[in-house]
């Protein structure tokens, strides 16, 4: 049976380039980059490194970059500490409804203690429309933060507008590019934005290493408080075998942007092609044409999407869903109920993420094998059932 | 096949092969519980014989894994079973049947037995008007 692997979004193999450069640094390589002798000196070494090459990933000064634990850490460090530090000034932030809950959350907590959260919405692609951020922004808003692509629709957002936007109002503008860095073209300075998060996990690194780059100049407090590492914003010592896998992931991503943006979008534009041909009252979510070259996402009406995965998964295809079932909380998708789709639709989400180990071949296997699973399903559900004899396809209102 | 640690391996059986999914045209008692927005949704169909025993019962259901792998058992449980001893089938003791249900699936998906007894219900409501 194939193995086909399409959950690039929880995450992606880690490259053996990227173990071999991280194998020395568990070994000989095991010194405290802060202390001050030979051994400390390898480990600083290669600690810098990889500190440029993430920075160059990025289009950034290597000492703006922070090494973090994840995405999530870095996330949290920017929302909480860049609002935190500016609490003088004020205490109202710009978040978006499709922001990760590692911003979303962070979001909600500084609630907790005086701030205030406006939350701008997205259209039905789930895209944010920069004026609505623009109305949002207030006199005593400290931060703005929104995401640079979701990975659940693969939406790409239009940051360079809501850059501009921000910097005419004198508020910084933190971006969660975890989904999209390695995976799209990102300039820091083209952007225009002030702080950016990226994750080691999602750009064929290991799991554990995240990075944020916070301009010059902005303060921000620490989140772990410790040591002066990381110029003092970050307490604790390195994970330099985590730190120098980002590295070499972020140069080979850098290095290979191009054909790999080529290569995966190929694989998911024969999917979006295809897929709706081959299963009625399946869609498409997320934007048609601004997305994420690896992200296919859909939602197929009257089933759940668990029947799916486990279905998919006895047939040796590994993907996600954003159903409530699939969630350890048992909560639907936020991203996809502020995309507009009705509760018991979104139930049926499929997200496919490729990576560089699919082959033009899965998206055949994932066609011949995923029409019969939904009929199976459709058979046992008493929606479809419903939608049948109220009509079926005659009629296009459904319920 | 992928092992799944989620769900024992009755549970993947009867999500895989269900018993008696489908319609009874001529039932009678249906039981619907819950709703497609936040739950899982399941319709039970019942045929009872002159001695008050269920001698067919069919199901549909919209949800995760577990909801089928439930409402196959029930139905498998339930068929043969008299109506007040069907009446006594409770979640729990699906639940033990399938050899345990995650602990955050015992309450959403666990309806089967619920839609049962609404069909048995139905049935009994409509013996009353007769």
Known sequence: MPEVYLDHYAATQVLPEVVDAMQPLLRDGFGNPSSLHGWGDSAREALEAAREKVAALIGANPAEIIFTSCGTEANNTAVKGIAGAAKKKGNHLVISAIEHFSVMHSARTLEKSGFEVATVGVDEYGMVNPEEVRAAIRQDTVLVSIMTANGETGTVQPIEEIAEIAKAKGVPFHTDAVAAAGSIPLDVNDLGVDALSLASDLMYGPKGVG????????????????????????????????????????????????????????????????????????????????????????????????????????????????????????????????????????????????????????????????????????????????????????????? | MIKIATYSETVMDHFMNPRNVGEIEDADGIGEVGNPVCGDMMTFYVKVDDEDRLNDVKFKTFGCGAAIAVSSMVSEMAKGKTLDEAMQIGRKDVADQLGGLPDNKMHCSNLGADALHKAIEDYRNKKKES
């Open chain 1, 211 to 399: 990075a944020l780059w916070v301009r010059k100049g902005l303060r921000m407090m620490p989140l772990l408080d410790g040591g002066v590492q990381e110029g003092g914003r970050r307490g604790g010592t390195e994970n330099v075998p985590g730190i120098v896998g980002m590295g070499t992931a972020a140069e080979l991503a850098a290095e290979h942007m191009d054909e790999r943006a080529a290569y995966l979008s190929s694989m998911r534009d024969a999917l979006i092609e295809k897929l709706p041909a081959a299963i009625p009252h399946l869609n498409l979510t997320g934007h048609p044409a601004r997305r994420l070259p690896w992200n296919a996402s859909f939602v197929v009406e009257f089933i759940e999407g668990e029947g799916m995965l486990l279905f998919l998964n006895m047939q040796g295809i590994a993907v996600s869903s954003g159903s409530a079932c699939t969630s350890r909380a048992l909560k639907g998708s936020h991203v996809l109920s502020a995309c507009g789709i009705p509760a018991e639709v979104a139930r049926g989400s499929l997200l496919f993420s490729f990576g560089l180990d699919n082959k033009p071949e899965d998206v055949d296997y994932v066609l011949e094998v995923l029409p019969p699973i939904v009929q199976r399903l459709r058979e046992m559900s008493p929606l479809y059932d419903k939608f049948l004899k109220s009509g079926g396809d005659q009629n296009s209102d459904v319920q």
